[in-house]
């Protein structure tokens, strides 16, 4: 058994998708279908079902997962002991406070595990090297790598009157407390000229205001994503297709970092839909 296999195994494991995977571990998807049938058949056992839209374990994947996690992490800390200090490169990293969380944590893992990286989170109006935002934010001399997009949806107290319907129309929030958020792009959706709302809180984070939600308090206009990571809130569409698009900024005009060019790579890497005048962009400012 390869440590490597076991890593493989554990990106299939966590993004349920081997192309994903594949791309998250900077590798060909026949290289990770490759060590995932290497397992099994080491393992006598089959950790995945293949279905058009991705995998899913099995018992057998659940159970190796846990020992996988920490066999993993105890070779890299093993590593660690005897590993000289390195040099660390500066990073500052501007984040808007309304991103999807868990997307968030798998875009900044890689930074926090690089053991020459020296990571800052700070504000979108603080200096930065570049920022996580909405593409709508993005300044006219920042270049943007499209990173993923987020779709709006509602999310409502599970004893709301609303979830008995599946689909929500701008109408259906005349007089119901709203949760707003800032930095968000629910104007779209009720329009520049609706009437005034009931707005019963304002929350300045996804986790916040889905905490609002849950308790009752009001209705929020939220990214999918975040709304279905809640298990205390109801999902329902909403009539009008409201999107963000979220990605990296970066000035365009001054030079960028060893440590910021190699995290753009990586990320186009990851993401091959960025478009290629910035990705070319990127890589030959110094």
């Known amino acids: 058994m390869d440590i490597r296999e076991l890593r493989y195994f554990a990106a299939v494991f966590k993004e349920r998708n081997l192309t994903v995977a594949a791309r998250r571990c900077f590798i060909s998807q026949p290289s990770v279908s490759l060590a995932i049938t290497n397992l099994e058949a080491e393992l006598g056992t089959t950790l995945f079902i293949r279905h058009k839209k991705g995998v899913m374990p099995t018992a057998s994947a659940e159970q190796l997962y846990s020992v996988a996690r920490r066999i993993i992490d105890d070779t890299e800390a ?24 868990p997307r968030t944590v798998a875009l900044l893992k890689p930074l926090t595990a690089a053991s020459d990286v020296h990571l800052r989170l700070v ?14 934010l993005v300044d006219a001399n ?4 499209p990173l993923w997009t987020d779709r709006y949806v509602a999310a409502l107290p599970s004893s709301h009157p609303l979830v008995l319907k599946d689909r929500l129309r701008t109408s259906d929030f005349a007089g119901v407390a ?23 809180a304002i929350a300045e984070s996804e986790d916040w205001a889905m905490a609002l939600v849950a308790a009752g308090v009001g209705v929020a206009i939220v990214p ?8 205390d809130v109801v999902v329902r569409e909403i009539e009008v297709d409201v999107k963000r698009q979220v990605g990296l900024a970066y000035n365009a005009t001054r030079p960028a970092s060893d440590v910021l060019r190699d995290f753009i790579a990586k990320l186009e890497q990851q993401h091959p839909t960025a478009p290629r005048r910035k990705r070319a962009a990127a890589g030959t400012r110094r």
């Open 123 to 136: 504000g979108i109006d603080e200096a930065a090297d570049a920022r996580i935002v909405a593409k709508s």
């Open 178 to 200: 709203m949760v707003d958020r800032c930095h968000c792009e629910q104007s779209e959706f009720f329009g520049r000229n609706a009437p005034a709302r009931n707005v019963a």
């Open 224 to 231: 999918e994503a975040v709304a279905r990571a809640n298990p």
């Open 78 to 101: 093993a590593r660690n002991l005897f590993r000289k200090p390195p040099v660390r490169h500066r990073l500052t990293l501007g984040l808007m406070r309304t991103l999807d969380i």
């Open 142 to 145: 920042e270049h943007f790598v």
